[in-house]
């Protein structure tokens, strides 16, 4: 079957605006799963999101960032009023379960510039 | 808190040398999971492996074998007869039973030279 897929593969944004990062994860996973890579952070968790559970948002790095799930399905990271630090590889990934022994099925990742 | 340790920033060998990458890892639980995760130049994170806390044995699949060592905290990983296929950022993971989110060590770049 598909994969995790990632939409767009590219943005480029100016500073202050605002952007949309879609991802779908894989048919009947019901855990989804927002990070970031940076070259000065790595990889961080940002957004987790199960069932209708209420998401952990622990890891949003400020109130500019927040993300929603709709139908338990695809999801959508958003930006407000884009920083320069925010420029980073954004990666979806989506798991059958919640639990930890679950490897997480990432996506090729949107790459957000901002100038 | 967990941590994951990746003390190797960058490995380069010539193709068919064996390449061993270290991961050294912080919890505090007793029941957690380790993964090793492989992001080649076209970005894809790639799932490799996955170990249990409480499953000591070490495993070999084809050109990869991992050992997981508790005593030392220690999960490395070991690529036999590298190919330049093999080339790629290769990331340790750490997971906690109670948790789902992974914590990424900061990466070992493997280039394997012709």
């Known amino acids: 079957g598909a994969g995790v897929s990632q939409s767009p593969s590219n943005k480029v944004t100016e500073k202050g605006k605002d952007v949309e990062l879609r991802c779908d994860p894989i048919?009947?996973?019901?855990?989804l799963y927002w990070y970031r890579q940076s070259l000065g952070q790595g990889l961080e968790f940002l957004i987790y999101?199960?069932?209708?559970?209420?998401?952990?948002k622990s890891g949003l790095p400020s109130d500019r960032f927040s993300a929603e799930r709709t139908g338990g399905s695809v999801s959508t990271l958003t930006i407000q009023r884009t920083q320069q630090e925010d420029s980073a590889v954004y990666l979806c990934?989506?798991?059958?379960?919640?639990?930890?022994?679950?490897?997480?099925?990432f996506g090729p990742g949107t790459r957000l510039t901002v100038l | 808190a967990q941590k994951v340790t990746q003390a190797q920033t960058e490995i380069s060998v010539v193709e068919k040398e064996d390449v061993t990458l270290d991961c050294v890892y912080e919890?505090?639980?007793?029941?957690?999971?380790l993964f090793w995760y492989k992001q080649p130049p076209s970005g894809e994170l790639v799932f490799l492996i996955r170990?249990?806390?409480?499953?000591?044995q070490n495993e070999i699949s084809g050109r990869y074998s991992w050992n997981f060592q508790k005593s030392t905290s220690s999960f490395n990983f070991t690529i036999t007869a590298s190919q330049v296929v093999d080339s790629a950022v290769y990331f340790c993971?750490?997971?906690?039973?109670?948790?789902?989110?992974?914590?990424f060590g900061a990466g070992t770049t493997v280039t394997v030279r012709a």
């Open positions: 048919s009947g996973h019901t855990a």
């Open positions: 990934a989506s798991s059958l379960v919640s639990q930890g022994n679950n490897e997480q099925f």
């Open positions: 993971a750490l997971s906690e039973a109670s948790d789902y989110k992974l914590s």
């Open positions: 999101f199960q069932g209708n559970s209420a998401p952990d």
């Open positions: 170990r249990n806390s409480f499953d000591e």
């Open positions: 919890t505090r639980d007793t029941t957690y999971y």
